[in-house]
């Protein structure tokens, strides 16, 4: 009986020192690392569907399934620095544009190499990094190849400017220079596919027309971006309420409720693209009013007119209801906004007029602004704007106090000609 057991307790060291050996010998398998970044899964939206215009057929890039990259990385470097939250950078190049006020179209007068340095500078500033590449690891930590970065123009005018794709017009709208060389550093710098870059405007649920002139020459370099807008010149936007998140619902009492695009549901980051120019009903129209370009509708008559209460001059107007800010709440567009780019390269006195030149900045304000904080750096614009033109009301900055007590960002009025701001990181680079 002491020799079986013997046995046996001989047999079980060799068992048990075979499956160690075989454990070391087979190779290694690490456990798929989960990040911190947990992006929606709303599924995939429909392709898109040829359109008639414009003379370069808009794509939609498709990867092979040999390029499909895995839904998690098989590793993950150490973070840049974190940018600052509240920082605006103002980029100004007086090289930046050359036109003469009269003469032509302004966006003809665009140096793209000058553009193109002062959208990486700013980037740089913005997020205390030493490339464009390593600005974006910070801004988008957890990008995965496929995610759509949806980018929000403003072609306010494009209706009213000549009304179709190819438009002369003059009045201030979206120019391709800084669009280009944003979307320059995403494709070279971060390995975005143009594919899943979407540009788009889509106000009044049918969209803005995206004019030949803004189009073309970003589709010249990036063929597979998408655009969304006017169906004439442009994928037509869909507005399906694919998802009840997209549902705005407002705290003013005559407003019914409207609903952003889907895309913004399909989108996992978004960034936005405003125009440095006043209003004629809204003081100003920045990065927040920029997104009367998202929703389904804006005026339905009477008391369920966003403008009524954006104006002083209504009965309706009250500092504490903008349907600006309920806009700008929405999970879509504020738990997915990583960038505000604003376009200063030109300003305007009003929304519906051409841009002149200005006293403060001796012709062309030829200005970049970046932020993360949406408040912050309208703040700043709107500070620039009231410096331009001092009969600009004060009121202009009642949306962004309410903004700011709801938690979407820093507010301050403050002097970007001198004393600064005490508040916001403001940081002024000249190229």
Known sequence: MKAVNRRRFLQGILTSLGAWLLARCRPAVSPTPTGTFAPPSPGSPPSPTPTERPSTPVQQATASPSEVAPSTPTATPPPPPPPQANRVVHVHSPAAT?????????????????????VEEGLRQ??????????????????QPGQKI???????????DGGNCSRQGGLIDGLPQPVLALVRTLVEGRGVDPGDIW???VTIGRGRFLPDRFRLPIQAVYPGIVFWGRKDCAQPPPFDHVDESLR?????????????TDLLYWATYLINVPILKRHGIHPVTLGFKNHFGSIDNVVRGGGDDLHQYLTSRSDLYDPALSPLVDIYANPNIAGKT?????????GAPG???PPVAWKTFGGAPNSLFFSRDPVAVDCVMCDLLRSEWRGTPAEAYDYL????????GTFEAGDPWGSGYSRIDYLRVDL
């Open 98 to 118: 050359y036109w003469d006020f009269a003469s032509g179209w302004y966006g003809d007068h665009v140096d793209q190499a000058v553009v193109d340095a002062m």
């Open 126 to 143: 913005l997020t205390g990094t030493s490339s464009a590449a390593d600005a974006w690891a910070a801004l988008l930590p957890g990008y």
């Open 150 to 160: 949806a980018i929000k123009v403003n072609f306010n005018n494009s209706d009213r």
């Open 199 to 201: 540009i788009y405007d």
């Open 248 to 260: 705005i619902s407002f705290a003013a009492p005559t407003l019914t409720d409207r609903w952003l």
């Open 338 to 346: 990583v960038l505000t780019m604003g376009d200063g390269l030109f």
């Open 351 to 353: 929304a519906v007029q």
């Open 401 to 408: 106090r309410l903004a700011a007590d709801r938690g979407l």
